[in-house]
């Protein structure tokens, strides 16, 4: 599946995404920035990263900073998915 990461300061561009017809249909998680902005991961078909992207022009965030947003949100969300799985054993 394709993503990108989007770093968005601004809360009505954040608004805007999660609004998006298309762009909220995709997986989309929203996690904090240290300088008070969000940091958003959608990951889904090209059309919707395209109009993600602009709608949040100049926030994708670039290789290897995307990537380890990447990793970190899908680390964080494994780990909450094994968690839940330990409660109905």
Same mark, same amino acid.
Request: aromatic share 10%; charged share 40%.
């Given at each position: 599946?394709?993503?990108t990461v989007l770093k968005v300061? %601004?809360? =009505?561009v954040l608004n805007a995404l999660l609004a998006h017809d298309i762009v909220s249909r995709q997986s989309v $998680?929203?996690?904090?920035d240290t300088d008070g902005g =969000?940091?958003?991961?959608?990951?889904? $078909?090209d059309e919707a990263l395209a109009m993600a992207r602009d709608i949040?022009?100049? $926030?994708?965030? =670039? %290789? %290897? %900073?995307a990537k380890r947003?990447?990793?970190r949100i899908r680390e964080e969300e494994a780990s909450v998915a094994i968690g839940l799985g330990a409660i109905f054993d």
């Open positions: 599946m394709n993503w300061s %601004d809360a =009505k $998680s929203v996690r904090d =969000k940091v958003v991961l959608i990951e889904g $078909s949040a022009r100049d $926030s994708a965030m =670039k %290789d %290897d %900073d947003w990447y990793d």
